[in-house]
């Protein structure tokens, strides 16, 4: 889905509202994923939010003492949200035990320095494997038995067909949430929680134990082929095409309505991992039911299945996994190459964007300002954040866009589900772009330094900027707030009336507390005599508010 469609009239203002898997606490509602408009927001404490997160090393969220001096940079830095690693082993030292210190040190200390959580459930998978699963279940290879490879040799991940294995996650994921709920029903210091991580099977493309060769003789589930059937027109182009090339056929084995090949092995792994954790997912939500995801690793180049993750929630199988896993609210891209390409094959009717991993820096903090601006992203979240916060290092420019995305982030929930927010991200293959907002069209390019020629000698060499990107919000019929760096807009009217788009007022500026705090009024050299509006981003990314008129 791209750019959403404007909505001129007036009842934009008054949006049906349709809630996903809320319920009602005391106090403010449970954190939620709401349909709004065209969009769909994620509600904290009855509002809108948008995750301006960093996810931690694996690791540093076992040991209280290794975040505690974290904190206070993640703050520095403007994130408001911590993606935060929990592990089965620790939880669940021996079976039936748990020991709940970590996680109630990890909320306690995120909400004494004011973040929210996104719990990051380690549980049967790790990337594919099972690192995090507790020694007693590592251990009881008959109880717990492990995916096999094509020759026959056992790997250390658990086979997803399992019962005893899906059934002893769930029981430990459910004591995780319930444990949420008791501490932390109220306060909402915890706002969803990933269910694992990055599962799927590499290097085969399927798990060959004897259960699962017997599962995959077995016919394709009913549940999946209806599910074919009522979504038949808007199935992922590759798995409709697969589908169709085996006949449309409306029952059979995997083979037979799929074709052999391992293209048909990874929608059957798909299927089973999203039945296990959606199982898992479930248990967790019968206990305090928050918005609940999974996370994909993407496919490099012309990977085929068991060279990446094989049954991963991936673009192509997204629709097995949506018919396999509706407790699951959504699946996200842990995204580090082709950022446009991937975060548009998230962003679904049937599926918000929400960027769990991600590159930090200059380059994130434009990925960040695009995912919300383009694809209205729940939020963004770089990994390793741990590194981004060295004080040494103390990353300035993920930290100023963030700082800015924070201050336009009200402005930006309240106007994507009227389809008023869109944004660029000018890479490579498109160095300018024409984009409709409301009644106007902004030619959006990249900002030619000011020494670009001979006769500007009075203005010094600017350095030159890697991506330009923005963000641009339509606050009224002609007035605009426009975000970013190296960027250069032109206006021109798109609807009846006089052809011509002149600069009324334009503003730099800031937001303090969601109110517009005016700096220098911009006109002359900086709006090329009133022809245009940029964003330098010399300094990092700026605010620009623009009001306009039309004259002939
Ligand atoms: C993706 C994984 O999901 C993370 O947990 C971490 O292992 C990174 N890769 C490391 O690059």
Redesign the pocket.
């Known amino acids: 889905m791209h750019f959403r469609s404007w909505v001129r009239s007036t009842l934009v203002w008054s949006l049906p509202v349709l809630a996903i898997g809320a319920q009602s606490a005391a106090g403010s509602q449970i954190p939620h994923i709401e349909r709004r408009g065209s969009t769909m927001q994620l509600i904290v404490d009855d509002k809108p939010f948008l995750v301006l997160g960093g996810e931690v090393y ?1 690791n540093s969220s076992m040991s209280l003492d290794s975040m505690t001096p974290l904190w206070p940079r993640f703050r520095a830095l403007h994130l408001n949200t911590v993606l935060a690693p929990v592990s089965w082993a620790m939880l669940e030292k021996s079976e039936g035990k748990f020991d709940y210190s970590m996680l109630d040190g990890l909320v306690r200390d995120a909400r004494a320095h004011d973040l929210r959580l996104v719990l990051l459930w380690f549980g049967s998978w ?2 594919t494997w099972s690192s995090y699963a507790p020694d007693w279940v590592k251990r009881d290879f008959e109880r717990f038995p492990r995916a096999q490879l094509r020759n026959g040799a056992a790997t250390e991940r658990l086979s997803p067909f399992s019962d005893a294995c899906r059934d002893a996650d769930a029981r430990a994921f459910a004591a995780l949430m319930r444990r949420i709920r008791e501490i932390d029903g109220d306060a909402h210091t915890v706002i969803m929680v990933q269910v694992e ?2 599962v799927g099977m590499i290097p085969d493309a399927r798990d060959y134990s004897p259960t699962a060769n017997a599962a995959y003789q077995q016919p394709v589930p009913q549940q999946l082929m209806d599910y074919l059937s009522k979504h038949k027109d808007t199935l992922h182009p590759k798995l409709s095409a697969k589908w169709q090339a085996a006949g449309l056929k409306t029952a059979g084995n995997w083979e037979a309505v799929f074709g052999p090949g391992l293209e048909t092995e990874d929608l059957f792994m798909a299927w089973h991992y999203a039945r296990y954790i959606d199982k898992v997912a479930e248990a967790g939500k019968a206990q305090y039911n928050m918005p609940m995801f999974t996370n994909a ?1 993407l496919i490099r180049g012309s990977y085929a299945p068991g060279q990446f993750n094989s049954g991963g929630p991936l673009p192509h199988s997204m629709d097995v996994w949506k018919a396999a896993a509706p407790q699951l609210d959504f699946l996200a891209p ?1 995204i580090y190459f082709e950022f446009k390409k991937w975060s548009a094959e998230y962003d679904r009717s049937d599926n918000p964007l929400f960027v769990p ?1 991600t590159q930090g820096g200059a380059r994130g903090g434009a990925c960040a300002f695009y995912a919300v601006g383009r694809h209205s992203a729940l939020g963004f979240s770089p ?1 390793g954040i741990d590194w981004f916060t060295r004080p040494e290092d103390g990353d300035a420019r993920l930290s100023r866009n963030y700082e800015v995305l924070a201050q336009l982030a009200p402005l930006v929930l309240e106007n994507q589900p009227k389809g008023r927010v869109t944004a660029v991200l000018l890479d490579e293959p498109t160095p300018s772009q024409k984009l409709q907002l409301g009644d106007f069209t902004l030619d959006v390019s990249a900002t030619r330094p000011w020494r670009n020629s001979p006769d500007r000698p009075e203005y010094p060499e600017e350095p030159p900027l890697q991506t330009p990107y923005g963000i641009f919000v339509a606050t009224g019929p002609d007035e605009f707030y426009l975000a970013g760096a190296g960027l250069t807009v032109r206006f021109s009217p798109n609807s009846p009336g006089p052809s011509f788009a002149g600069l009324a007022t334009v503003e730099e500026g800031s937001f303090v507390d969601g109110r517009w705090h005016p700096g220098r009024t911009l006109a002359g050299d900086d709006t090329e005599q009133g022809n245009s509006v940029s964003l330098r981003g010399t300094a990092g990314p700026g605010i620009l508010r623009v009001v306009l008129y039309r004259y002939r």
């Open positions: 694996n790790k990337n991580n990055e690793a842990d991993e990994f």
